[in-house]
Nanobody
């Protein structure tokens, strides 16, 4: 059974850091693009960053450039999102998703499988 499980969320102060993990089971991540998305209350789901099988990286929103870094560890079948210099506007539920077509695009509808999400809250 194909499954994605996010972890690493939590409560952090402004300027703090968190490292999110997206662990896969039932399939291997190394052949697909993996995206991180986020959704704040009352807002649409927003693409954050994406990494392809070749390790090519695409930032899906300019607001995280220079602060967030996506990476993958194929041996662990896991993709990470290192988040530094966190701001209150980063508060959201963060999701990872698989694009079987190995394309990093902003639209969440182009991603085929999703995890359950992990809450990130940045407090002032």
């Amino acid at each position: 059974q194909l499954q994605l499980v996010e972890s690493g969320g939590g409560l952090v102060h402004i300027g703090g850091s968190l490292r999110l993990s997206c662990a896969a089971s039932g399939f291997t991540l190394d052949s697909y693009a993996i995206g991180w998305f986020r959704q704040a209350p009352g807002k649409e789901r927003e693409g954050v960053s994406c990494i392809k099988d070749s390790n090519g990286i695409t930032y899906l929103t300019d607001s995280v450039k220079g602060r967030f870094t996506i990476s993958r560890d194929n041996a662990k079948n896991t993709v990470f999102l290192q988040m530094n210099s966190l701001k209150p506007e980063d508060t959201a539920v963060y999701y990872c998703a698989v694009a079987v077509r190995n394309m990093c695009v902003r639209s969440p509808y182009e991603y085929d499988y999703w995890g359950q999400g992990t809450q990130v809250t940045v407090s002032s």
